[in-house]
């Protein structure tokens, strides 16, 4: 087992909250770490505090206007004209609704994204693991989808700015990772890479193959937009066979992952019907190539996740196990149905409302089978050859139409 990576954690990232009925709920955190602990996979020493992310740091990717707004959205008692504004900057629905200390709040979660970043760049770590990060949908003027600030998109113009490093952005949650994408959409040193259900049912409703980037990041936006109820074996081939080729036509020093595990077929914010085998098998692949092309160096990051019981602490403690080359991967590739420590679940049946997993891996021999399987499969590799037309050469055409 490997000690060469790093777990970036604090208590106060639990204060990132919207209210008590927000799906949005950080007590996953809490819970994860708790099944780390009882496993015996993550000690004190390889934990490391967030540090608070700079205004400037912050304003590198979002408009110093939003970030004014936010501030004046994050008091106690708010003004009048602050309130009025909040629609224009995306905080007041109920999707991302502000909240008293918002600022410094999230401020908090961008640092520790920050700080991961700053031990696998520096050479301290080979990796590290944000699981309070991977806010992907802010966008440089607006918050959204539960996100106020993109802590991904910060730490890659952070990493662009002091590394001057090519960065290969993966984002593995089901929705679309939109709000990094367009950050970067002309910039060929980072290549942002998602696998998320379409769009045409989804929020944010982007991610389409066809969007690629422009000018001299044309070829570098690469989008697998899969069929609602796609299952385990089409979500792995299209994510295998693209993120493959794009890594080999890329050539990143760094990969920074989103880690959203909102895919699964529990979940309630999506339509995916994966199991927790995805979130085995996604981790080792981009484990694998980070250290056949970037000298080991990845940054991993949360992100969504909304069976905060069933889900969340199994898909995000097996992140971690592959980080550290734990002996519980390989035992899981043999032995699927490997009991999850019995005083874990005992621990958090009383908080969940529906039975707890018994199990690392899902028994999906036991799940009904999707009607449409062939059709969805079929849809899929379409979507996968139109995805990699331009990956071996992006300079091939900048008008493919």
Request: net charge negative; aromatic share 10%; charged share 20%.
């Amino acid at each position: 087992m490997s000690s060469n990576a790093k777990f970036i954690y604090d208590p106060d990232e639990l204060n990132y909250r919207f209210s008590d009925e927000h799906p949005f709920n950080q007590t996953r955190l809490e819970v994860t770490i708790d099944l780390l602990k009882q496993v015996g996979a993550l000690t004190e020493d390889a934990i490391l505090k967030p540090r608070i992310a700079s205004e400037s740091e912050i304003k590198a990717v979002h408009l110093p206007e939003y970030v004014n707004a936010v501030k004046a959205l994050s008091a106690p008692n708010p003004t009048d004209e602050a309130v009025r504004a909040a629609a224009k900057w995306g905080l007041q629905d109920e999707d991302t609704p502000f909240f008293t200390g918002m600022h410094e709040k999230t401020s908090l979660l961008v640092g520790g994204s920050l700080k991961a970043a700053e031990v696998v760049m520096s050479g301290q770590a080979e990796h590290a693991l944000h699981l309070g990060g991977g806010l992907h949908h802010a966008l440089p003027n607006k918050g959204a989808g539960f996100c106020v600030y993109n802590d991904a998109s910060i730490t890659i113009e952070w990493i662009r700015r002091n590394y001057n490093a090519r960065v290969l952005y993966i984002d593995t949650d089901v929705h679309h990772g939109d709000g990094v994408q367009w950050t970067f959409y002309t910039d060929p040193d980072v290549c942002t890479f998602s696998i998320h259900e379409t769009g045409k049912y989804l929020f944010p409703g982007t991610g389409a193959v066809e969007e690629r980037g422009e000018g001299l990041g044309f070829g570098t936006t690469i989008n697998l937009p899969v069929e609602p109820y796609t299952e385990d074996e089409s979500w792995m081939e299209s994510f295998n066979h693209v993120l493959g080729e794009v890594v080999r036509s890329f050539r990143p020093d760094v990969i920074l992952s989103q880690h959203g595990c909102d895919a699964h077929a529990f979940d309630p914010q999506a339509h995916a019907h994966c199991s927790m085998n995805i979130y085995l098998q996604m981790p080792k692949l981009i484990h694998k190539l980070a250290h056949q092309y970037c000298g080991a160096r990845w940054i991993a990051l949360g992100g969504g996740g909304y069976d905060i019981w069933r889900v969340v602490p199994r898909a995000w403690s097996l992140l971690w196990l592959t980080m550290i080359d734990h002996p519980l991967i390989q035992t899981l590739e043999q032995q699927p149905l490997t009991s999850l420590p019995p005083s874990w679940v005992k621990q958090w049946q009383k908080a969940s409302q529906l039975p707890l997993p018994a199990t690392w891996l899902d028994p999906i021999e036991e799940w009904e089978a999707i009607p449409r399987r062939a059709e969805i499969t079929a849809k899929n590799r379409r979507t996968q050859e139109i995805a990699l037309l331009y990956v071996s050469d992006p300079k091939a055409s900048q008008n493919p139409e």
